[in-house]
Protein backbone atom coordinates (compact mmCIF):
# COMPACT_ATOMS: atom_id res chain seq x y z
CA UNK A 1 0.00 0.00 0.00
CA UNK A 2 2.87 2.13 0.43
CA UNK A 3 4.63 1.26 -3.06
CA UNK A 4 1.60 2.59 -4.31
CA UNK A 5 0.91 6.00 -2.33
CA UNK A 6 4.29 6.90 -3.38
CA UNK A 7 3.83 6.08 -7.08
CA UNK A 8 0.70 7.58 -7.11
CA UNK A 9 2.39 10.88 -5.99
CA UNK A 10 5.36 10.80 -7.68
CA UNK A 11 3.30 10.01 -10.73
CA UNK A 12 1.21 13.03 -10.30
CA UNK A 13 4.38 14.89 -10.30
CA UNK A 14 5.71 13.72 -12.68
CA UNK A 15 2.45 14.73 -15.09
CA UNK A 16 2.12 17.93 -13.10
CA UNK A 17 5.94 18.89 -14.15
CA UNK A 18 4.95 17.76 -17.89
CA UNK A 19 1.86 20.44 -18.08
CA UNK A 20 2.30 22.94 -20.87
CA UNK A 21 3.04 26.64 -19.60
CA UNK A 22 -0.29 29.15 -20.02
CA UNK A 23 0.05 30.47 -23.30
CA UNK A 24 0.02 34.62 -23.19
CA UNK A 25 -3.33 36.23 -24.73
CA UNK A 26 -3.59 37.57 -28.65
CA UNK A 27 -3.49 41.13 -28.91
CA UNK A 28 -7.13 40.26 -30.01
CA UNK A 29 -8.10 38.63 -26.81
CA UNK A 30 -6.33 40.87 -24.83
CA UNK A 31 -8.89 42.78 -22.62
CA UNK A 32 -8.63 46.80 -23.41
CA UNK A 33 -6.72 49.09 -21.17
CA UNK A 34 -8.56 52.34 -20.17
CA UNK A 35 -5.92 55.47 -18.95
CA UNK A 36 -7.45 57.26 -16.89
CA UNK A 37 -7.36 60.72 -18.04
CA UNK A 38 -5.11 63.56 -17.11
CA UNK A 39 -6.38 65.19 -13.82
CA UNK A 40 -7.78 68.85 -14.48
CA UNK A 41 -5.80 71.74 -14.25
CA UNK A 42 -6.70 72.98 -10.83
CA UNK A 43 -8.34 76.41 -11.29
CA UNK A 44 -7.38 79.79 -10.86
CA UNK A 45 -9.40 81.62 -9.01
CA UNK A 46 -9.82 80.89 -5.09
CA UNK A 47 -13.51 81.46 -4.78
CA UNK A 48 -16.46 83.03 -6.48
CA UNK A 49 -19.80 84.46 -5.27
CA UNK A 50 -21.27 87.47 -4.06
CA UNK A 51 -19.52 90.61 -2.68
CA UNK A 52 -21.17 93.09 -0.95
CA UNK A 53 -19.32 96.46 0.83
CA UNK A 54 -19.34 98.22 3.79
CA UNK A 55 -18.92 101.67 3.77
CA UNK A 56 -18.80 105.06 6.32
CA UNK A 57 -21.02 103.80 8.89
CA UNK A 58 -18.08 101.96 10.00
CA UNK A 59 -15.40 104.28 9.37
CA UNK A 60 -13.14 104.53 12.59
CA UNK A 61 -14.09 101.12 13.96
CA UNK A 62 -11.77 99.15 15.00
CA UNK A 63 -11.27 95.83 12.25
CA UNK A 64 -10.36 92.23 13.51
CA UNK A 65 -6.60 92.46 12.62
CA UNK A 66 -6.99 95.10 15.44
CA UNK A 67 -6.37 98.61 12.61
CA UNK A 68 -9.24 101.04 12.25
CA UNK A 69 -11.26 101.21 8.86
CA UNK A 70 -10.88 103.39 6.58
CA UNK A 71 -13.63 103.02 3.74
CA UNK A 72 -11.21 105.06 1.53
CA UNK A 73 -8.96 102.51 2.10
CA UNK A 74 -8.82 99.51 -0.51
CA UNK A 75 -9.49 96.51 2.12
CA UNK A 76 -11.70 92.92 2.56
CA UNK A 77 -13.15 91.12 5.02
CA UNK A 78 -12.70 87.58 4.07
CA UNK A 79 -13.88 84.24 6.36
CA UNK A 80 -10.66 82.70 6.38
CA UNK A 81 -7.80 84.41 4.55
CA UNK A 82 -4.58 85.45 6.71
CA UNK A 83 -4.71 88.91 7.48
CA UNK A 84 -2.22 90.93 5.11
CA UNK A 85 -3.09 88.61 1.89
CA UNK A 86 -3.25 90.75 -1.16
CA UNK A 87 -6.51 89.78 -3.44
CA UNK A 88 -7.71 90.74 -6.58
CA UNK A 89 -11.31 91.40 -6.67
CA UNK A 90 -13.06 90.92 -10.65
CA UNK A 91 -16.52 91.87 -10.93
CA UNK A 92 -17.97 89.62 -13.41
CA UNK A 93 -20.89 91.59 -14.81
CA UNK A 94 -18.27 94.31 -16.08
CA UNK A 95 -15.07 92.81 -15.82
CA UNK A 96 -13.35 95.63 -13.70
CA UNK A 97 -11.11 94.59 -10.79
CA UNK A 98 -9.50 95.83 -7.72
CA UNK A 99 -6.49 94.80 -5.49
CA UNK A 100 -7.54 94.87 -2.00
CA UNK A 101 -5.79 93.67 1.11
CA UNK A 102 -7.51 91.71 3.95
CA UNK A 103 -7.84 93.64 7.47
CA UNK A 104 -11.28 92.24 8.85
CA UNK A 105 -12.91 89.22 9.11
CA UNK A 106 -16.40 88.34 7.57
CA UNK A 107 -18.71 88.51 5.39
CA UNK A 108 -21.24 86.78 8.04
CA UNK A 109 -24.11 86.57 5.15
CA UNK A 110 -24.44 83.13 3.46
CA UNK A 111 -23.64 83.22 0.11
CA UNK A 112 -21.50 85.84 0.49
CA UNK A 113 -17.29 85.36 0.18
CA UNK A 114 -15.80 89.44 0.45
CA UNK A 115 -16.82 92.69 1.94
CA UNK A 116 -14.74 95.19 0.08
CA UNK A 117 -14.48 98.75 1.34
CA UNK A 118 -16.37 101.74 -0.45
CA UNK A 119 -13.18 102.60 -2.53
CA UNK A 120 -13.37 99.13 -3.60
CA UNK A 121 -16.62 98.98 -4.44
CA UNK A 122 -16.73 102.43 -6.06
CA UNK A 123 -14.01 101.17 -8.49
CA UNK A 124 -15.29 97.69 -8.81
CA UNK A 125 -19.10 99.32 -10.09
CA UNK A 126 -21.18 98.30 -7.25
CA UNK A 127 -22.05 100.56 -5.26
CA UNK A 128 -25.74 101.50 -6.69
CA UNK A 129 -26.60 97.36 -6.50
CA UNK A 130 -24.36 97.01 -3.26
CA UNK A 131 -23.90 93.41 -4.28
CA UNK A 132 -22.09 92.16 -7.16
CA UNK A 133 -21.09 88.64 -8.59
CA UNK A 134 -17.51 88.17 -8.40
CA UNK A 135 -14.48 85.78 -8.30
CA UNK A 136 -11.33 86.32 -6.14
CA UNK A 137 -7.71 85.46 -7.22
CA UNK A 138 -4.39 85.70 -5.46
CA UNK A 139 -2.50 88.88 -6.60
CA UNK A 140 0.37 88.54 -8.76
CA UNK A 141 3.65 88.35 -7.24
CA UNK A 142 5.69 91.39 -7.38
CA UNK A 143 9.13 91.21 -7.19
CA UNK A 144 11.35 94.75 -6.15
CA UNK A 145 14.15 94.81 -7.83
CA UNK A 146 15.93 96.49 -4.33
CA UNK A 147 15.65 93.45 -3.06
CA UNK A 148 17.36 91.17 -5.82
CA UNK A 149 21.47 90.88 -5.48
CA UNK A 150 23.15 91.64 -8.46
CA UNK A 151 26.14 93.61 -10.21
CA UNK A 152 28.31 95.29 -8.28
CA UNK A 153 25.74 95.95 -5.38
CA UNK A 154 25.73 92.22 -4.44
CA UNK A 155 27.10 91.50 -1.33
Not at 73 to 80: D, G, Q, Y
Amino acid sequence: MRRLFVGLILGLGAFAGCAPRATRPTPEEEPEVVRPEKPPKPRAWLEEGLASYYGPGFAGRPTASGEKFNPQHLTAAHKKLPFGSCLRVVNMENGRSVEVRVNDRGPFVKGRVVDVSTAAAKKLGMLDKGLARVRLYRCADRVSLLFIPFGPLAG
